[in-house]
C-alpha cells in the first residue's frame, strides 16, 4: 500500500512491529498483530522498550544512588519501569493461564516455547514453576525482538547507500521462491548472508556487551580479573578496527566474506573467527537464536528486496544517528520510500 502511495513509512517501526509479532509467535504462539497496515498501538512492545531503556540507564548511570533512591520512593523513572515490568509480567501469566485452560499445551502439536516449557514442567512433575517459565520466555522475547530489526534496519539504509551490492543480492534472490523458502535454501543465499554479516560488522545489533567475573578469575592473556569486575567486550569497536579488517575498515563490502569457487565461479561464504566478530558472542554462551535471526533476515530481504527499493528519505550528505540501548537503534527512526521495482535482474 505504501509503495503505490508513495509515501514515507518509518522503516525501523515497521520491523520492529514485525520481528515483535514474529518473536512472539515463537515464544508463545501468540500474535499480538502490531503489523497490522493501520499500525496499532503496541502497547506490549512499547512497555518492553521502556524496561529496556530504563535498565540500561541504570547501568549507564555515574551516579547509581539516584535510580536506587528513586526505586525506594517509588517514583519517576523507577516507577515506570515498575509499571512496565509488572505489564509483562501480567501479560506472560495472562498467556500461561490461557494455555492452561485450553490445555491444549500437550498436545505435541504446539510449537512455541512456552508450549514446550509446559510440556516438560507437567513431565518432570514441575520442576519448572511459573516464575522460571515466565522468565525464560521474557528473556527470548528480549533477545530476539530488537536484534534482527536492528540488523536490517542498518542493512536496509547500507545497500541504499551501495547499489552494486544491492544489485548482486537482487541476482541472488530474484531466483528464490520467497514464500516456500526453506533453512535448506536460504542457506544457499552466500553473497546476502556476507552482506548480512558485512551489515552487522559495522553495525552490531548488540554494540558492547558487559560481563561480571563471579570468582576471582584469570583472563587468557594473564589479566588478573578479581570477583565483581565488570569487562566489558564492543563488537561496534572491533568491526572498525584497521588491524582486524584491513585498511578498507570503512567500506560495505560483502566480498571479504566471500570466496569464488574456481570451478563454478560461485560464491561460497568463508565465516569468520567469532572471537574476532563477536556480534553473536563467543564461546559457550553464543547467542542460540543466530540461525533463526539468519533464516528470518534471509527471508525478509528475498521476500521484499526483489519487488520494492527502499529509498531513505535523507537529505544530501546526512547519516541516521546511532542511538544504542542494549541494542542499537536509528533515531527518530528510519524514514524511507518504498518503491515499487519494475525491472528484474
Ligand atoms: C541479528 C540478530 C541477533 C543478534 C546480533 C544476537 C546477539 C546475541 C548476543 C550478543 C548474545 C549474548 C548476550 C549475552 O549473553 O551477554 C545473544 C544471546 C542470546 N540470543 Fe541472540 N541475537 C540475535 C537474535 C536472536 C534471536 C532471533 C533469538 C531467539 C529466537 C535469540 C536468542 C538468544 C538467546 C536465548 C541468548 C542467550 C544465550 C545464553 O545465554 O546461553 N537471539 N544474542
Known sequence: ???????VVDFQDLLQRFTFDNICMVAYGYDPAYLL????EAK?????????RISSDRFNSLAPFIWKLKRILNVGSEKKLRVCATQIRDMAKEMIKQK??????NKRSSDDLLSRFLISSDEQQNMHDEEFIIDIVISFIL??????SAALTWFIWLISKNPEVEKE???ETTNTTTSSLTYDEVKDMPYTHASLCESMRL???????????????ILPDGTFAKKGTRISYHPYAMGRVEDIWGKDW?????ERWLKKDVKTGNWKFVPKDPFVYPVFQAGPRVCLGKDMAFLQMKKVVAGVLPRFRFVPVVDEGEEPVLIAYLTIKVKGGLMVRIEERTKSY
Open 37 to 40: 497496515p493501520s499500525f496499532p
Open 143 to 148: 533477545a530476539g525482538r530488537d536484534t534482527t
Open 203 to 217: 553495525y552490531p545489533p548488540v554494540p558492547v556487551d558487559t560481563k561480571e567475573a563471579m570468582q576471582d578469575d
Open 100 to 105: 492452561k485452560e485450553r490445555s491444549n499445551y
Open 250 to 254: 570503512q567500506a560495505f563490502r560483502p
Open 44 to 52: 506490549f512492545a512499547n512497555a518492553f522498550e521502556e524496561v529496556v
Open 1 to 7: 500500500m505504501s509503495a503505490s502511495q508513495k509515501s
Open 169 to 171: 543480492i537482487l541476482k
